[in-house]
């Protein structure tokens, strides 16, 4: 049980539809998105990659993988949280995203840490 523990990140997301940003005429709507990781484990670990899978209203599936996040690659002590900010855009006023981030722990352990399934929305398309 305490294994389980040993390697845990718990992923927070808000996101917030840009309308300065969009413009629905010519299908472009753009969402910032705010993560906040929390390393909820008891070693230290640092955050390696990501992986994205963004999916609009039609199905379109874009897959983003790349080192770090906004050029950053954390070291979070047990405890300790790390907030950043980005976006993406969508053909669609209505998508989801989910994904993981490659971790390495301290002790040398990689892990996953997944980002569950959120919802971008234009306001006012769902209810």
């Not at 209505?94 to 892990?111: C, H, I, L, P, R």
């Amino acid at each position: 049980m305490a294994e389980a523990k040993k390697y845990a990140i718990d992923v927070q997301v808000a996101t917030e539809y840009l309308p300065e940003q969009s413009d629905p005429e010519i299908g472009r709507h753009v969402f910032a998105y705010t993560i906040t990781l929390t390393n909820a484990g008891n070693v230290p670990a640092q955050l390696i990659s990501r992986h994205w899978i963004i999916t609009d209203a039609d199905n379109r599936v874009q897959e983003v993988r790349g080192l770090g996040v906004v050029g950053q690659q954390p070291l979070l002590q047990p405890g300790q949280s790390f907030e950043y900010s980005s976006g993406t855009a969508l053909a669609t006023p209505v998508g989801t995203m989910k994904g993981s981030y490659q971790m390495t722990a301290e002790d040398g352990q990689q892990f996953e840490a997944a980002i569950p399934e959120f919802v971008l929305s234009m306001p006012r398309i769902l209810h």
